[in-house]
């Protein structure tokens, strides 16, 4: 990547996701001069497996499906009882247990008044995002609730509320989160639920207009463990949509000295009061 402008623009939405990526340039080994900046990064994907049996050789052939962008993992079983494996050593993110369920769903207005405490105190409190501060002063955050069980649902109620925010002025609506306390309480159904909703955004013609960040309870990077402190930056009381116009984004980053430095205030902001003084936030779901 050799435009500056472009640079910029992938640094600060990488810095403001956040995803933990090392930064690594390129430069010509005699002249010295920057010729590419690469961005690494550990995600976690879900994949599905196909087995088919080989009768005349007496093999099982594994192939994994939906991984784009990955080595194959192979397996082959013999009916000698020997078995050779070949697989690459791509890392993967410890996954997390779900929430326990309750039979007791908390009310919607309890559902707001968790979220706002968790936007006031940890988001604008630890100043983990320097932006949000002015959008709530100025009552321009919608908290919305959905009440379903199912992802499908949900899904609709996002698309509603989408719908809803571009709708709206940015002065009176700039964005919004539409919390999900009922359903999606695994970690990875509610990743698979996130990516739907950013196809959803495609589908509408609306990429580039409004942008998709994920908050959830048991949220973890990919590569850290789970009671890695820093995975707080993107932990919130219930699984949460939250759905950003990019011109304000754009407005956001380039009013910012060093929208870059972000991500790395915000790790040092966490460990340094460590798991006790997140809890000490108080901003989990309502008992």
Request: aromatic share 6%; with cysteine; hydrophobic share 40%.
């Amino acid at each position: 990547m050799n435009f500056p402008t472009e640079q910029q623009r992938v640094e600060s939405r990488l810095a403001m996701g956040p995803v933990k990526h090392d930064r690594r340039e390129v430069r010509h080994p005699e002249k010295g001069s920057l010729q590419e900046v690469r961005y690494e990064y550990v995600t976690q994907t879900r994949g599905s497996v196909m087995v088919r049996a080989d009768h005349d050789k007496g093999q099982l052939h594994f192939r994994l499906l939906n991984t784009s962008g990955f080595e194959t993992v192979t397996a082959t079983g013999r009916r000698s009882g020997s078995t050779s494996r070949r697989w690459t050593n791509w890392p993967s993110a410890s996954l997390p247990s779900p929430i326990a369920s309750s039979d007791a769903m908390p009310a919607a207005d309890t559902v707001v008044a968790d979220t706002r405490r968790w936007l006031e105190r940890a988001v604008i409190g630890l100043n983990l995002c320097p932006f949000a501060k002015a959008v709530l002063a100025k009552g321009q955050v919608h908290f919305a609730v959905t009440e379903s069980d199912q992802a499908p649902d949900v899904l609709r109620d996002f698309e509603r509320e989408l719908q809803a925010l571009v709708a709206l002025d940015a002065a009176k609506r700039d964005t919004t989160l539409l919390a999900i306390p009922n359903a999606l309480q695994d970690f990875l159904d509610f990743n698979d639920l996130t990516a739907k909703a950013e196809r959803l955004v495609r589908k509408r013609g609306l990429e580039g207009v409004v942008q998709v960040a994920s908050f959830h309870p048991r949220f973890v990077f990919a590569g850290t463990d789970e009671d890695d402190i820093t995975n707080a930056t993107n932990r919130a009381p219930y699984p949460t949509l939250h759905l950003l116009r990019e011109e304000s984004i754009d407005r956001a980053v380039a009013a910012f000295p060093d929208p870059a430095a972000i991500y790395e205030t915000n790790m040092q902001t966490l460990e340094d009061p460590g798991e006790e003084g997140w809890k000490a936030l108080g901003v989990g779901p309502s008992p």
